[in-house]
């Protein structure tokens, strides 16, 4: 089993709607990332959160950690077709260790 | 240029054959990593190395070695290929600052096992 869950697995909406992607875990982190993949790249960084409860901004886009930090969740407000893509969350669970992926939200917007 | 390149960028082989991935890095990043990805399944760690003389092995290191031939470069093999190695292959490369790392992928290659 993943140690990190994303839900859902697909996501088709309408432009101009807003969606949230969920990251859970029944582990802590200590930090906690979210990427957006595109098809035959390799993801890229958005964000990344460290602190319980913490809330992050990226143009329409809103992230939130956890405040046990087991878990996350993007969410994009007005979706426009160039959110279409792979986001993934990662986690570290301790500062300078490896990473864990979660299973992945795909995302498409429908014009 | 690119700062993490992965050769080849597509490979077709037959079960039994050895496959070596390449990866380079321009970015002076002393951690590199290599990740499979399945659909469904998010990116799944193989191995990582923190500097040319560490190596460790991920989650699902069976079946994969790694070499680490200098700062800027860390290959994946797998010996003897089999089909359920089938997948696509990431390159990546971080750097340690406060609290976190980033990551930075290559572009992947994706690897067919007949």
């Known amino acids: 089993t993943q140690l990190l869950e994303q839900s859902p697995q697909f996501l088709s909406i309408q432009e101009g709607e807003n969606l949230t992607v969920y990251c859970n875990s029944s582990?802590?982190?200590?930090?906690l990332q979210w990427y957006r993949q595109e098809p035959g790249e390799g993801p890229v960084l958005l964000v990344t959160?460290?602190?319980?409860?913490e809330v992050k901004k990226l143009k329409r886009l809103t992230f939130q950690f956890g405040d046990a930090r087991k878990d996350s969740s993007l969410h994009i407000t007005a979706a426009q077709p160039g959110d279409t893509g792979l986001y993934l969350c990662?986690?570290?669970?301790?500062?300078?260790?490896?990473?864990?992926f979660g299973t992945g939200t795909s995302l498409t917007v429908i014009p | 240029d690119a700062d993490v390149t992965q050769t080849p960028r597509n490979r077709i082989t037959k079960t039994g054959k050895r496959i070596m991935l390449e990866c380079s890095q321009t970015k002076g990043h002393d951690r590199m990593y290599w990740y499979r990805q399945d659909p469904g399944l998010g990116l799944r760690l193989i191995y990582y190395s923190f500097d040319v003389k560490d190596i460790n092995k991920g989650e699902i290191s069976d079946g994969y070695s790694v070499s680490r031939q200098a700062q800027a470069k860390f290959s994946l093999s797998l010996e003897s290929a089999i089909p359920n190695q089938t997948a696509l292959y990431f390159c990546?490369?971080?750097?340690?600052?406060?609290?976190?790392?980033?990551?930075?992928f290559g572009p992947g290659t994706r690897l067919t096992v007949l």
């Open positions: 990662a986690g570290q669970k301790n500062t300078g260790n490896q990473f864990y």
């Open positions: 990546a490369t971080s750097t340690h600052r406060g609290h976190t790392d980033t990551q930075y």
């Open positions: 959160v460290v602190t319980g409860g």
């Open positions: 582990s802590v982190f200590s930090s």
